[in-house]
């Protein structure tokens, strides 16, 4: 774009041309209050605002919208609020990840069809983020993302809690009979204070600090908590930042490169962050035009050590981590294994970004010398039993079942594991492999997160706390323990992990990457051509489309016809 042309603008195609449709565009503008000067020649900034009131990771964005507008404003733009889907993660059901897609779909479109210059990505809980980037990705207009950011630390009589990661260690002490249930109440009130995404490295904080170090939010964005009146402040800055990146013609493909997505794996890895990263990761890079593989986590994996010390794979929470220097502060530790040239929305590289950056709590961001642990957290497994891969977090399950061989005992959905797992006769010991199938993309539908299998209600009693755990689902990046996630293909299309029986012997070893069902491949092939396929989990609507063009968690989950960077078409104005 020529410097300053309001008629190079986009949002001039609406409003600039002397006929019948412009004066159309005009009219209805004066219709909702605002004179021609409030608009004319201005870059128009949409502002894509999930928030809900059934998203309680969200509801400060109620007023963070109007601190973005005021930025907008003060940089001479015209901010508009368009309301985009909002996937609260606690409520939606069967699984957000199932409406993922229908997000950058629906904000892909809004951006399409509306007089927009650029855009500002207001999200934070989990699949919010990665929906709004894929639709940025895909529209390629000035796009910027200001995170929701992390909820207040939990509190219960003095001990701090970590959403999700203290529910589930609740849970298992309250079936374990080791909690007394007059605890419930007052965890239930202190475990989320505030506004905000969990607080510990789930899914949303590693997604917000992925986007940053992807260059797509301001320098320090990601860890900000949503209550602090410094978020405030990143806000207005984002609104202010958004209108210049207009002018500049600053788009989501002059910043985004494959070693973008080398330095986001790389702080996923770091940080000991969520296995969904691996998924929405291999989306955003297909939005992008690149194709990124699974296995490219796992080769940095041996590279890049585990230092950002925060639940559930450490002892900290996401507040401690801000503090200590946050995102920026992390990246500039393991500089040396980035590509410091790639470009942010700010203007100026990744190097430049991080370099006021700096550890102030070492113990919570750690020094190469002493690591949480010397490899990243992810690994990603091959083998008979998940030919296209499968994904566990290493540091989040106990040493001793990293090497693993045990009998399988099969859940064929959710429904026969709630309904067998506490039953007392149940044929399980803490050598068993437990295994849930047919909840996949197809098979969930959705690809729930039910990965973290529940213990057996007699083996919790004997103090076990964790075992090997296997499904074609997800997990929630809160979670912990040796859980076997995305397995692929998964069961509801034929996929070996449906093929298990009862008694199957797995055998897994992390340092080898290697996930097995130990059977003949003659037997294999005997099962499959018995197998018979279910029917489809929709017959209409959206879930119907999902069935049909989903893709398989090695490919992201992305719809098969969204994926790579060919553009679409500007509407015709008429």
Known sequence: MSARDPNALRSARWFVPDDMRTLSHRARMRQMGYSQEDFDGKPVIAILNTWSDLNPCHAHFTTRVEDVKRGVLQAGGFPVELPAMALGEVFMKPSTMLYRNLLSMQAEEQLRANPVDGVVLMGGCDKTVPGLLMAAFSMNLPAIFVPAGPMLSGNWRGERLGSGSDIWKFWADLRAGSADKSMQEGIESGIARSPGTCMTMGTASTMAAITETLGMSLPGA???????????????????????????????????SPASFDNAIKIALAMGGSTNAVIHLVALAGRAGFRLEPERFDAFSKETPFIVNVRPSGKYLME????????????????????????????????????????????????????????????????????????????????????????ALVFKDYN??????????????????????????????GMPEWGQLPIPKKLLQ????????????????????ACVLHVAPEAFVGGPIGLLRDGDIIEMDVDARRIDVLLSAEEIAARRKAWTAPASRYE???????????????????????????????????
Request: proline share 6%.
């Open 222 to 256: 990601a860890t900000i908590p949503a209550v602090d009146a410094a978020h405030a402040r990143m806000a207005s800055a984002s609104g202010r930042r958004i209108v210049d990146m207009v002018w500049e013609d600053l788009k989501p493909s002059d910043v985004l």
């Open 320 to 407: 401690d981590f801000h503090f200590a220097g946050g995102v920026g502060a992390a990246l500039k530790v393991i500089a040396d294994r980035l590509d410091l040239t790639t470009r942010t929305v700010g203007g100026i590289t990744l190097g430049e970004a991080i370099a006021p950056f700096e550890v102030h709590l070492p113990d919570v961001i750690r020094p190469l010398e002493s690591p949480v642990e010397p490899a990243g957290a992810l690994v990603v497994l091959k083998g008979s039993l998940a030919p296209d891969g499968a994904v566990i977090k290493r540091t989040a399950a106990e040493a001793r079942l990293l090497n693993h061989r045990g009998p």
């Open 416 to 445: 026969d594991m709630k309904a067998r797992i506490d039953d007392p006769s149940l044929d399980v010991n803490e050598d068993s492999v437990l295994v849930l199938q047919n909840s996949g993309p197809n098979g969930g539908p």
């Open 462 to 481: 004997k103090g076990v706390r964790d075992m090997l755990r296997i499904s074609d689902a997800r997990m929630s990046g809160t979670s912990y323990g």
């Open 540 to 574: 209409r609507g959206y879930g119907a489309m999902y069935s049909r063009h989903v893709t398989q968690a090695n490919r992201g989950c992305d719809f098969d016809f969204l994926t790579g960077n060919a553009r679409t078409a500007e509407p015709e104005i008429h």
